[in-house]
């Protein structure tokens, strides 16, 4: 049934189907009758798949990776398919409008997506007002049942980068009140400059500012980092140390890749056709899952780790838990999969 959608979706460029999709979906969902209907069909049910991590419980493992609900307008709809958790952003302090279009890309044959959205987003004052909403609805919802949120939080396009860790620190406290756990956003490739605050210095200035800032509050908030799939093993090294001393709380492993030597020969010619921008999808699996391997080590296990990466069934999942994940992220298998993946994942974990 979905492959038919898919195909009618496929037909429109890629940004306009995911609008046209997920606003559908809200229509339907507007109906409390249809809510109930696709939540019963597509939410997961058992309490073997709740995971407790950081004295917070996901009624399941599996979540949808930031940049998918980058404004929190959707959280009814994701809800309904059983997502366990939902990460929203990249949230910016000022609203930004984003690299120009077209600027999401499907690469079918390898089952793939090419993105350059650049962290358009309408700012962390809109998305924290729809997130206050959405918390105060759902406020008498014990937590072992409610979908988990998460803020992913970067930096605006023409902040120059010695001064990002103020965007950062804008962000977390605007969110603080509203989100369940925090990820710091420095891997993504389409912000000109960004990835350079991977280095170490950068990364202490930044996670050392937030952490300090989240241990005077009464009740401290997860802090994760968000990292790329085409780290050096120097670079690991130093996320790990860091990891240690900073007392992050987790890692997201991994953001998409700018490499292009996992696409097939097709895909290559089309990738280097449509340019610049971040690779997700089936061709990232190998490469996110060494990362995954080698962080989930350099850590000595001490952390949980959100896998994320070529993630499109039960058996992509299950290697991620094998290879030290504590919970998983889909993104662009839910493209292609549909909005059953949840549940098939959680039937095979």
């Given at each position: 049934m979905y492959s038919f959608f898919r195909d009618i979706l496929f037909l429109l460029e890629a940004e306009n189907a995911h609008y046209v999709s997920m606003n559908l979906l809200k229509r339907i969902c507007s109906v409390g009758l249809f809510k109930a209907l696709i939540s019963y069909i597509f939410t997961p049910k058992g309490e073997t798949l709740k995971r407790e991590i950081w004295g917070i419980t996901f009624k399941n493992p599996?979540?949808?990776?930031?940049?998918?609900?980058?404004?929190?307008?959707?959280?009814?709809?994701?809800?309904?398919?059983g997502f366990g958790f939902v990460e929203i952003g990249t949230a910016t302090p000022l609203p930004q409008k984003g690299n120009d279009k077209p600027r999401l890309f499907r690469i079918k044959s390898d089952k793939a997506l090419i993105n350059r959205m650049g962290f358009n987003n309408d700012g962390v004052q809109s998305i924290k007002k729809r997130l206050a909403q959405w918390k105060e609805k759902n406020i008498t919802t014990p937590i072992s049942k409610r979908m988990i949120i998460g803020g992913n939080i970067g930096k605006n396009k023409n902040t120059p980068n010695e001064e990002a860790w103020k965007d950062y620190e804008i962000c977390f406290n605007e969110l603080f009140d509203v989100v369940d756990y925090f990820v710091v956003n420095v891997s993504s490739p389409n912000t000109p400059g960004l990835r350079e605050l991977q280095e170490k210095d950068s990364l202490l200035k930044i996670l050392g500012t937030l952490q300090e800032n989240n241990k005077k509050r009464p009740t401290p908030k997860p802090l994760l980092l968000k990292i790329a799939p085409d780290l050096t093993n120097e670079q690991l090294q130093d996320i790990a140390e860091i990891a240690s001393s900073i007392g992050l709380d987790g890692i997201v492993s991994s953001n998409t890749t700018i490499s292009r030597e996992v696409l097939s020969a097709e895909a290559k010619q089309k990738a280097d056709q449509i340019g610049m921008g971040g690779l997700s999808g089936m061709p990232l699996k190998s490469n996110a899952d060494f990362i995954l391997k080698e962080i989930f080590a350099l850590t000595n296990g001490n952390i949980p780790i959100l896998a994320s990466g070529g993630i499109f069934n039960g058996e992509d999942a299950n290697s991620k838990f094998k290879l030290g994940a504590s919970l998983v992220q889909v993104w662009t298998g839910f493209i292609y999969e549909g909005p059953s993946i949840v549940k098939k994942i959680c039937k095979k974990i």
């Open positions: 599996v979540g949808l990776g930031a940049g998918f609900d980058k404004n929190a307008v959707y959280l009814r709809e994701l809800e309904a398919l």
